[in-house]
């Protein structure tokens, strides 16, 4: 049986890690935006018995091809489960990290807030984007675009009013 050491495992996740945290368009949602997180360490197939022993080691997570994109054969150990990642992955992590420490702490921020529902203030979601793009500003959507079209959103209330004047309509 592996037995690698803790220490092992922080050095493999400095090198072939990532904590990842971005936003994501949705339509049909009030919000417009879904803020999207994990955590994922890539090695390619002779590497596969590390992976394993990670997802041993933190009790939780998959693993998967990385992608199915140019016959990419290295595959992923992933953490999405939002529980997971604040119970199992944030703890274990914490003040270990030395070349990943900024996109720890931005990661560790983010999930704190999603798990004490954060986001779903106005104020809250604000706070949240702004630390995703502190961490890195050149994403997909610019984040004057994500904020602009967030504030543009109905309120759910708003949403729930206007059901509820429809359904007594319909009466």
């Known amino acids: 049986m592996l037995n690698l050491s803790d220490d092992y495992l922080i050095g493999f996740v400095e090198g072939e890690g990532c904590f990842y945290v971005?936003?994501?368009?949705?339509?049909?949602?009030?919000?417009?935006?879904?803020?999207?997180?994990?955590?994922?360490?890539?090695?390619?197939?002779k590497g596969k018995v590390v992976l394993d022993y990670l997802?041993?080691?933190?009790?939780?997570?998959?693993?998967?091809?990385?992608?199915?994109?140019?016959?990419?054969?290295?595959l992923a150990f992933v953490v999405r489960n939002i529980n997971d990642l604040y119970n199992k992955i944030v703890p274990f992590f914490k003040d270990k990290l030395v070349v990943k420490r900024k996109e720890f702490k931005v990661f560790s921020k983010v999930v704190k807030s999603l798990i004490a529902k954060k986001h779903l203030t106005k104020q809250g979601f604000k706070e949240l984007v702004d630390l995703i793009y502190a961490l890195n500003p050149n994403r997909k959507y610019p984040k004057?675009?994500?904020?602009?079209?967030?504030?543009?959103?109905?309120?759910?209330?708003?949403?729930?009013?206007?059901l509820s004047t429809k359904?007594?309509?319909?009466?």
Do not use: A
């Open 22 to 45: 971005g936003i994501v368009p949705i339509k049909n949602h009030p919000n417009r935006w879904q803020i999207i997180h994990f955590f994922k360490v890539s090695q390619n197939p």
């Open 55 to 74: 997802k041993k080691r933190l009790g939780c997570g998959y693993i998967k091809v990385n992608s199915s994109k140019n016959n990419d054969k290295n």
């Open 144 to 162: 004057e675009t994500v904020l602009q079209s967030y504030n543009k959103r109905k309120s759910s209330q708003t949403i729930r009013q206007s």
């Open 167 to 171: 359904m007594k309509d319909k009466i």
